[in-house]
Every structure is written in structure tokens, then in C-alpha cells.
């Protein structure tokens, strides 16, 4: 059998030691041990003082840390909840999710029959125009081709009797679904030479077996240049210009069917400037059939305004 050596931690061998011997009196060990037993609290103690200063150096640490980084991030992500429920906000949001539902989900059906693409936008910086009204013009972005179904209910009129104008008619996009109603002819003009292109070329290559209207022209004009119809039409207007622009065209409409009163219709999407054509005197608002408001209201990104003339 083997003897372990006496473990010298242990506060009985400590004792002897103190004593000198393993023969101590019961008393020496006592008072050994009672020094023992001090040492090991005061070593215990400086040992929780160590632990509590370095525990409590980290918890510092940690809140410097916290208040550096932490809640100055807590701070942006709350200021932008704040931001995201602004109503302005809500309604910017909204209306993206709109464009994304129309380009994405209710435009291509249509937008597979053009041959040169309409759905992407195109800044008109880069295009030819020999227009002085070249910087009152809008770049080009195309009606949201459903947008323009929903509008065109509101024409509560025969619409072979009617010409259709698109007044900066771009790649062409809205003369083309107007074509697929019976209208008696159908015009559009633009003054940028790579979009008026664009849209003659659509022109002559949509699928005739749609079109109900063949009669479709798009012309290179300034729309300031061009004269009024004689006839009954549709002026259909997504935000070409600026209000200076749109507000000499729209007099001579006024000027034109001051002269000889007949049915006129506007129809405005993204509307600039519908003041001039509440006091144009000339022309009434109109409301769009109950279902098709309902879907405006809901599913449309802009704001459209409808007017007749008073004849
Ligand atoms: C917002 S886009 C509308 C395109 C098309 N009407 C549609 O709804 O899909 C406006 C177009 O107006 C054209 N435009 C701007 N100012 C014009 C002007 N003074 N005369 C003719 N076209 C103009 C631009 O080149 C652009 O193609």
C-alpha cells in the first residue's frame, strides 16, 4: 500500500509546518490553522477585488462600447421608422410598389407587341431636338398601358367621331392602344428625332389584326407648333411639358374651339398645371365610371384629370 505525501495546501500540514513538527499540541495547531485560514481569506478577497475591478473595468468597456456604437445605430434605425411612417413617405412607397405592379406584372402583355421596347424611361439630355421649347420638355416615360384603358372609359361619346391626339407622343406607346379602339384617326407628336423614330417604327410593325384604327401618324413637331384639330377629338397629355408649354397649347384649343364649339375631351395623367383648365371657362371636370375611379384610385402612381368641353 502506498502513502500520499502530505499535501502541503491542506491546513493540517500547514499547521505542522508552523509547528515544526507533526507532533504539534492540539493548541499550536489551532492557532496555525487560524493563520492558515486568514491568509486564504485575504487571498480570497483580493481575488474577488481583482474579478470585481476587472468585471467592472469590462461592464465600462462594454457601455462605452454600447453608447459609441450601439445607440447611435438604434438611433438612425428609429429615425428611419419615424421617416417610413410619414404619411408623405407612406404615399412615395406606395407609389413605387404601384410602378414596379405595372411594369412588372400588368404592362408586359402589351409591351412584348412594340418593336422598339417603350417601357424604359429616357432622359431627353442625350436626344436630337430642334425645338425651342426643347428645355420645357419632360424626359420620356411611358403610360402605364392599363392606366391608360382605365382613363379612356371616361370618354362617355361615340368614338369614331373622335380623333385621338397624344401630345409628346414619345415611342408611341399610347397611340398604339389607342388604336385598338375605333377611333377615326389617330396623332401623335414629338419633337425628339430618336423617339418620333422609335414610335414610326412601331407604327408600321404593330400586329394590324388589333388595330381597329389604322389611320395612325406620329409627326416631328414642337406641340406648340402644331395647329388645333378642326374636328371632335380626345388631347391626351402624360405630363410632356412644363406649364409655360402646356399652357400656350392649351390656348390654342380654347382659342380654336371658341371659334367653332364642338366635343372636346382632355385627358390629363400627372396633370402640370389643371388650374389653367378649371379657368379656361372652356371645359368641365369629369368623373370616370365608378369601377374604373375605383381602380384609379387604388392601382394608379399619378393622378389623372378628365375634362369635356361645355358644346
Ligand atoms: C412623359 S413622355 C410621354 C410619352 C407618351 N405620351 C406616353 O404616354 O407613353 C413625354 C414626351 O413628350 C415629349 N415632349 C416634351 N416636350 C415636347 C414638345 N414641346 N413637343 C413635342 N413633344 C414634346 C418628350 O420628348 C417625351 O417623349
Redesign the pocket.
Known sequence: MTVAPPDPGHPETQADAVSGTTDATPSATATARGAWQNRLAGRIAKLADKTWSQTNRLTKERIAHAAENVLPEIERTSAKLKEHARPERMKQDYREILHWLHERVLDPPKEQLFFAQ?KDP?A?SG?T?N?I??E????????PCQL?EWTLAAIDYDLSKLTFV??????????LLASEHPFAAIA?????EE?HDAATMNIQQYPRSRMHCRNVECIL??????GPLEGEAVH??????SRE?FAE?LNNLVVSYRQRPRRLYLIL??PVATDLVDESGVFARMELPTQERLKVRLFSPYEIAIYRSLA
Do not use: S, W
Not at 397624344?166 to 397611340?175: I, T
Not at 401623335?188 to 425628339?192: K, M, Q, R
Open positions: 417603350t429616357v431627353l436626344l431636338i425645338a421649347t426643347r420645357y420638355g419632360h424626359d420620356y416615360r411611358p403610360t391608360f397624344d401630345h409628346g407622343a414619345g415611342k408611341g406607346r399610347v397611340m401623335g407628336v414629338e419633337f425628339a423617339l413637331e414642337d406641340a406648340c407648333q402644331v391626351y397629355f402624360f405630363n410632356p411639358f408649354v397649347v395623367v400627372d
